[in-house]
C-alpha cells in the first residue's frame, strides 16, 4: 500500500466525512433544542432533522468507505444520489401542499407525498447502495490480499501471546 | 425500541386466546424443530469461541437469515402494524431506515470488526473496543452499559413469550414466561451462539414465509393497494398523509434514532464476528436488505389493511391499536396461516432473547473479568451458567409489575445507540478519536440516557413533542465524542496498536 499518498487523500476524504457528520449532528440537535421552545417548536426545526439526517448517514458512510488514496472512488455517485433521495423524500413531505383526499390521483396505491417516502425513501436506496457495495467490494471494501494479510498479522499476534505465555484467548477445552 | 414499542403494549394489553387445534399443532411443531436443532448444535460446541461467536464461522446465508431474525423481533407482527394502525404512515419511519442501515453497518462496521476478529481473536463488542483505544476502562464502561440494556431487553422479551405461549397454547401469562424462557434457556445454555444462529435461520425463514403470505392475502382481501387507500382516504385523511398523525419531528426522530442507532445494537454487530469467510461480505447487506423488506411486508400491509377493513365495517373496531394482528388473523385470514403467524411471534421473541443472553453471559464471563485485569479460566462452563442465571432472572424479573418491566425495555435501543455508536463505529473510522473521547462518550450515553428516561417514568419531565430521551442521549454522546476527542487530540496516535491500525487503514 502506497501510505504516503494514499493516507494524505484518505485523510482529505475523512477529514470532510468527520466534518459533516459533526455538521449533521449539530444541526439534529439544534432541531431538537428549538423544540424545547415555550411558544411551540419553530417551523424550520424539523428542517434541520430533514437535512442533518442524510447529511449524518451519508458521512458516516463515507468514513467507513475512504480506503487509501482513492478515496471513495466511484461510490460517491451512489451516496450522492442516497443523499439527494433522503433530502428530497424528507423536503417534499414538508413543503409539499396536503392535498390528499378520497379522489386524489394514487401513485403505486399511495397519495404523492406518501408514496415519494415509502418508495423513495424506504426503497430507492435499497436498488442503489447494497448493489454499489457488492460491485466495489474488491477495490473499495476487502480483497483476498487484505485478508490474507491481516491473517498473517493474526498468526503473529498468536505466537507473541504463546511465547509470553498467554491462555488462549478462547479457552479451548479438551474434546 | 422496536421491541421496547411491542412489549410495552403486550403489557397493557393481552393477546386474545389463538388456542385452536391447528395454531397448538404447529406451535407443537414449532418447539419440536427449535429443540432437534438445539441437541445438534450441543454436540458442536466444545469451546468458549464457538460458544460465544460460533467457532470456525458462519456461512453467508445462514447468518444473513439469522441477523433478520434478531433484528426485527416480534414487533414487526405485533406492536407494528398497531402503532400503524394508530397513527398511520408516521409508523413507517421506525422502519423506513431498513433501506440504508444494513450496507452502513457493513460499510463502517463489519469489515474492520470482523478483521479484528481475525487478528486479535476477539469475540464482544466490548473487545473491539478495548483492542482500539487499548483500554479496559473503555472496554469496560462499554459492557456496563450493555448489561443495562440487556437486562431491559430480557425481562421485556421474557415477558413478551409469556404472553404469546400463553396465547398460542392458553397456559396462563406465567407458565408462558417459564415454558418460552425454559426452551430458550435450553438451546442457550447448551448450544451457545451456534443453536441460536440455526434457531434463527428456522425462525427468520418462518417470520419471512408469514410476513409474505399475510401480505399476500391482505392484498387480494382488500382489492390491492389502491383500493385500501381509497377506503381511507374517504374516512381518514391524515392516515395517508406523509407524517401520519405524528409531528414531522416525531416521525424524522424516529427516522435519525433507528436508522445511525443501528449501529449500536450488540445482536447485531456481534454477528460481523461470525462471518466465516470476511470476503462473503460483499452480499451481506443486499441479502440482509432484502430479507427484512420480505419480514416487514407484515408490517406494512396490515397495519394499512385492517385501517381500511374496520374504517368499511369488514372488521369489527378493534378494543385497541395492538389487535390489529390478532383481529386480521383470528377473524379474516385461514387459520393455518394464523398458526404460522404466531409461531413466528413466538420465534422472534425466542431469537432475540437467545441473541441477549449470550451477548449479557460474554460481558460477565469475558468482559468484565477483562476490565479489572483478570480472566476467567474456563469461559465455556462459566458462559453456560450465567446463561442460565440470566435467563432465571430474567423470567423472575417480567413477572414482577407490567409498568416497570416496561420501563426496563424502553431505553434498550437508545441506551445502545448512544453508548456504542460514537466509540465503536466512527472510532474504528478515525484515528484522531482518543481514548479520553471514547470514555466521556460512553458514559455521556448511560448517564443521559437512564437520567431522562428515569425523569419521564416518573413524571418529573416531559419532554416535548417529537423529542425522544433516546435521541437526546444520542447527539449528546455524539458531541461530547467529537469535543474531547478534539480537546485530548495531542495522544490520539500513540494510542493506536499497529495491528489495530492496519485493520483501520485497510
Known amino acids: ?44 426545526a ?26 471513495i472512488g466511484t461510490l460517491k455517485i451512489p451516496f450522492a444520489f442516497v443523499a439527494l433521495v433522503l433530502v428530497i423524500g424528507f423536503g417534499a413531505a414538508l413543503a409539499l401542499p396536503a392535498t390528499e383526499g378520497p379522489l386524489s390521483t394514487l401513485w403505486l396505491g399511495l397519495p404523492a407525498r406518501a408514496a415519494i417516502v415509502i418508495y423513495g425513501v424506504g426503497l430507492l436506496p435499497i436498488i442503489v447502495l447494497p448493489v454499489a457495495y457488492a460491485l466495489t467490494f474488491e477495490t473499495q471494501t476487502l480483497n483476498a490480499e487484505d485478508v490474507a494479510l491481516v491473517r498473517a498479522l493474526g498468526r503473529e499476534n498468536q505466537a507473541a501471546r504463546e511465547s509470553a505465555g498467554a491462555a488462549p484467548r478462547d479457552n479451548e477445552l479438551e474434546a | 425500541m422496536i421491541q421496547n414499542t411491542h412489549m410495552s403494549t403486550l403489557l397493557q394489553v393481552a393477546m386474545p386466546s389463538a388456542a385452536r387445534p391447528a395454531v397448538v399443532a404447529i406451535g407443537i411443531l414449532y418447539f419440536a424443530v427449535v429443540l432437534t436443532i438445539s441437541v445438534w448444535a450441543a454436540r ?76 486479535r481473536s476477539l469475540i464482544t463488542i466490548p473487545d473491539a473496543i478495548g483492542a482500539r483505544y487499548r483500554s479496559r476502562v473503555a472496554q469496560g464502561l462499554s459492557a456496563v452499559a450493555i448489561l443495562f440494556g440487556i437486562v431491559g431487553y430480557m425481562a421485556t422479551n421474557a415477558l413478551a413469550m409469556g404472553v404469546v405461549i400463553n396465547s398460542i397454547f392458553g397456559v396462563g401469562l406465567g407458565w408462558g414466561i417459564w415454558i418460552g424462557m425454559g426452551v430458550t434457556l435450553a438451546y442457550s445454555a447448551s448450544g451457545g451462539i451456534l443453536a441460536g444462529i440455526y434457531n434463527d435461520v428456522f425462525q427468520g425463514t418462518l417470520m419471512a414465509l408469514a410476513s409474505v403470505l399475510v401480505f399476500l392475502f391482505v392484498l387480494k ?42 449501529l449500536g445494537q450488540p445482536q447485531a454487530v456481534h454477528k460481523y464476528y461470525m462471518l466465516r469467510d470476511p470476503l462473503q461480505l460483499k452480499w451481506y447487506p443486499l441479502l440482509k436488505t432484502l430479507g427484512l423488506v420480505l419480514v416487514l411486508l407484515l408490517y406494512f400491509s396490515v397495519g394499512v389493511g385492517v385501517k381500511a377493513f374496520v374504517l368499511s365495517g369488514r372488521l369489527a373496531p378493534l378494543a385497541s391499536p395492538d389487535q390489529a394482528t390478532p383481529a386480521l388473523l383470528l377473524n379474516v385470514t385461514p387459520i393455518i396461516l394464523a398458526a404460522l403467524v404466531f409461531s413466528g411471534v413466538a420465534a422472534a421473541t425466542m431469537s432475540a432473547a437467545n441473541s441477549f443472553i449470550n451477548i449479557g453471559a460474554a460481558v460477565v464471563t469475558h468482559d468484565l473479568p477483562v476490565a479489572f485485569g483478570r480472566r476467567v479460566k474456563n469461559e465455556l462452563l462459566w458462559g453456560r451458567a450465567v446463561t442460565v442465571l440470566i435467563a432465571i432472572a430474567a423470567a423472575i424479573t417480567a413477572q414482577q409489575s407490567g409498568a416497570m418491566v416496561a420501563f ?7 441506551l445502545f445507540a448512544s453508548t456504542l455508536v460514537p466509540a465503536l463505529a466512527v472510532g474504528l473510522n478515525w484515528q484522531g478519536a482518543t481514548r479520553a473521547g471514547a470514555m466521556a462518550s460512553i458514559a455521556t450515553g448511560l448517564i443521559v440516557t437512564l437520567a431522562l428516561e428515569t425523569a419521564a417514568y416518573r413524571k418529573a419531565f416531559t419532554f416535548p413533542a417529537g423529542v425522544t430521551a433516546s435521541a437526546v442521549a444520542m447527539v449528546s454522546s455524539f458531541l461530547v465524542f467529537f469535543i474531547v476527542s478534539w480537546l485530548t487530540r495531542r495522544g490520539a496516535p500513540s494510542e493506536i496498536d499497529p495491528d489495530v491500525r492496519l485493520v483501520m487503514e485497510l
Open chain 2, 221 to 262: 382481501f382488500g382489492g390491492g393497494l389502491g383500493e385500501i387507500s381509497r377506503t381511507i382516504l374517504a374516512h381518514d385523511v391524515a392516515f395517508l398523509g406523509p407524517w401520519g398523525k405524528l409531528t414531522p419531528l416525531a416521525a424524522l426522530s424516529f427516522f435519525f434514532v433507528f436508522s445511525m442507532g443501528s
Open chain 2, 408 to 414: 426496563l425495555g424502553i431505553f434498550g435501543w437508545g
Open chain 2, 44 to 119: 458442536k460446541t466444545r469451546t468458549a469461541r464457538d460458544f460465544f461467536v460460533a467457532g470456525k464461522g458462519i456461512g453467508l446465508v445462514a447468518l444473513t437469515v439469522a441477523s433478520v431474525s434478531v433484528s426485527v423481533s416480534g414487533f414487526a407482527f405485533i406492536g407494528g402494524p398497531g402503532f400503524i394502525y394508530a397513527v398511520g404512515l408516521g409508523a413507517m419511519y421506525i422502519v423506513l431506515p431498513a433501506a440504508v442501515t444494513n450496507v452502513m453497518g457493513a460499510w463502517v462496521l463489519a469489515k474492520r470488526m470482523r478483521l479484528l476478529g481475525e487478528a
Open chain 1, 46 to 71: 424539523p428542517w434541520l432533522l430533514a437535512i442533518g439526517i442524510p447529511v449524518a448517514l451519508v458521512a458516516v458512510m463515507i468514513l467507513g468507505a475512504a480506503r487509501g488514496r482513492r478515496g
Open chain 1, 1 to 44: 500500500m502506497d501510505r504516503g499518498v494514499g493516507n494524505i487523500a484518505e485523510d482529505a476524504t475523512k477529514r470532510v466525512a468527520l466534518v459533516a457528520l459533526f455538521v449533521g449532528i449539530a444541526a439534529i440537535a439544534t432541531g431538537y433544542a428549538a423544540a424545547f421552545n415555550p411558544r411551540g417548536t419553530p417551523t424550520w
